[in-house]
């Protein structure tokens, strides 16, 4: 089952702008974290947060989590065409220390 | 350099001549897990392990095997590959708790 889903499915924005995707989850968790994918290569780690954690940054990205609303965010500020990828909210579970992916947005950033 | 390797990068075989997709990291992880990618689907996880002689199911372990005699090694067995599981590959390793590392992926078709 799926434990996260990311909002939207797909977002086409232009070069310099902001590009924001969401991530919805269901159960108690240890820690969020985000993937990038770019196309049918391997998913390379972006960020985690734990679930005591509000926010985090890392250059141009910024996540959030809200543990009473189960979602996160996943800011990328003044987006690069280089930013184009899929991007996958994965969580993991406070019952093991298995990791739960969504289904992924794509993202396309047009120079 | 730390990675997860993968072998083989593709593979085509017909239905019902067994396979082994391994997968191997050299960063002395604990936990090891296997996803397949299909379109719309995001990433599926079949099998994972917490350490060696640990494997458990995950959200796809029919017609799959595993085994984990070593740490670093963790391979994929298909006893009698279907054409359902023509698909994109991942073997993952991380610490508890921690990131994961992916490999780079192993396209299957099964005809």
């Known amino acids: 089952s799926q434990q996260g889903e990311e909002d939207p499915q797909a977002l086409s924005i232009q070069e310099g702008e902001n590009a924001t995707m969401n991530c919805s989850y269901k159960t108690s968790i240890n820690n969020l974290q985000w993937y990038r994918q770019n196309s049918g290569r391997g998913l390379v780690h972006l960020i985690l947060?734990?679930?005591?954690?509000r926010e985090k940054h890392s250059g141009r990205l910024r996540v959030t989590l809200d543990t009473s609303k189960k979602s996160s965010s996943l800011l990328i500020t003044a987006s690069r065409a280089a930013d184009t990828a899929s991007y996958f909210c994965?969580?993991?579970?406070?019952?093991?220390?298995?990791?739960?992916f969504g289904e992924g947005t794509q993202l396309t950033v047009n120079p | 350099e730390a990675q997860v390797t993968q072998n083989p990068r593709y593979l085509i075989t017909v239905t019902g001549k067994k396979l082994t997709v391994t997968c191997s990291q050299n960063?002395?992880?604990?936990?090891m897990s296997w996803y397949r990618q299909d379109p719309g689907l995001g990433l599926r996880q079949i099998y994972y392990?917490?350490?060696?002689?640990?494997?458990d199911k995950g959200d796809v372990p029919e017609g799959y095997k595993v085994s984990r005699k070593e740490k670093r090694n963790f391979p994929l067995i298909l006893e009698s590959p279907s054409p359902n599981q023509t698909s994109l590959y991942f073997c993952?390793?991380?610490?508890?708790?921690?990131?994961?590392?992916f490999g780079p992926g192993t396209r299957l078709t099964v005809l």
């Open positions: 994965a969580t993991e579970e406070t019952s093991g220390s298995r990791l739960t």
């Open positions: 960063m002395n992880h604990e936990y």
């Open positions: 993952a390793s991380s610490l508890f708790g921690q990131e994961q590392f």
């Open positions: 392990s917490m350490n060696v002689e640990v494997t």
């Open positions: 947060i734990r679930s005591n954690e």
